[in-house]
């Protein structure tokens, strides 16, 4: 720009100080006087090694320059430089006016108008890679001091940290950038603990689902989904090749931890065999009660992730208390009964492997009596058949009424050999003996309701 039209855009524009609020600044000014055989009346202002404009005054310009660098470090509390060279040189002005030469207010026009500005920042490099730049030193350490603690979980009275060491090379180096071009902490802190996406590959294996795939891999299904959207299906092929997209972090930090808490102590279980007790029975002779002791850990994480964990001490508070069962082994042999009126006979003759009562937590509602597959089953009592078929667990099954409220049930037969609504006699075969439904073996699982409740046989048999 010449002095001309400086002189006009400042008479359009008024007779003020021009300083524009750039952010931080240090001017780097070089003044150089050359050397002249005759008096001087001029200083030539040179950037870049262009002669720009002429000053009568070196200090007054000298006094530009340091105004300009004070407000903007007063601005923004960073040392600044030109990234331009500037000198001041004593020159001859001959031919020259002070018409030529530029007033204080001009050169702060020019000046403003021609500079460009840089900053000295502090890059976090890991492992030679320059991954941001922050203001100061002291920024960047506590940076990789919160990045370090970042995975670690609240304070706790019970955990104690022992030590945090990075896994990478990390190391800060000076750099120049531009005006307000540093890193926002949060997004630097961000893109250290979680890096950048990664994509790796997956072959699916026998038995194995999106939500498999993305539990064993640390990823939200969702996830896994849009960075695989050409499977249109939940059902995944052995073989087929998925996207994981993973965070890549910058830095590793492993953590040793030691952790103090209060574990319980499972309590045993000891039979004990009591010929008062049916085969299948069982009592309760001695509650069992848990223990509890006093454990430190030390786990070893990474990432917040534990990768390893063992024990250091431990001290037992309360001692369990062993539980003890009775555990029946008397058996019963029986053998079929003629069914005269009033009484009900057995539907087949042998050892019941099983009696009516508590069996695995739940109900046995009738006797369970071994016997050949094939044997004949046969009526304990007279009465109407009320039910021929499979009936879940049961597998197939006779029901026959008879009368008065009572019933009696035949089931895991091979074969049925009555119908609905049939008639039968005490003693008339009515099917034969099998292993269906939930059955380890053959027999007949025979029961006694009355009004619809089961009842235990023994107290109905001869």
Known sequence: MTVGRIRQFLSAHGEKPLILGLIGLLFAV???IG?????????????????????????????????????KETATGQAVTTVQQVEIVNVKAKGKGKGDMLTEQELEFLLAERLEFTTAGVAVVVNGRQISVVESRQVAERLIDEAKRFHLAEKSDNIKVESLEVEEDVTFKVVEIGIGEYEDYDTALNLLVNGTEKIEKHRVASGESLWTIAQKHNLQIEDLRAANPQFTSERLQIGQELNLVKLEPYINVVAVLTQSTKESIPFTTKFVNDSNLYRGQERTIQIGQRGEREVVY???????????????????????VERVINRGTKVIVASRGSGEAGKIGWPVSGQITSPYGTRAGNLHSGIDIAAPVGTSIRAAIAGTVTFVGWQGAYGNMVDIDHGNGVSTRYAH??????????????????????????????????????????RNPINYLP
Do not use: C, M
Request: avoid cysteine.
């Open 30 to 32: 070089t003044v150089v």
């Open 35 to 71: 050397a002249v055989t005759n008096s001087s009346n001029a200083y030539a202002l040179i950037i870049d090694g262009q002669e720009v404009a002429l000053v009568a005054d070196e200090e007054e310009a000298k006094a530009v320059l340091n105004r300009l660098v004070e407000a």
């Open 298 to 320: 030390q786990l070893v994480q990474k990432n917040g992730l534990t990768v390893d964990k063992k024990e250091l001490e431990a001290k037992v508070i309360n001692q369990p």
């Open 413 to 454: 037969n091979s074969a049925n050999l009555v119908a609905v609504g049939q008639q039968v006699s005490a003693g008339e075969v009515i099917a034969r003996v099998g292993s269906t439904g939930r059955s380890t073996g053959p027999h007949v699982h025979f029961e006694v309701r009355v009004n619809g409740q089961a």
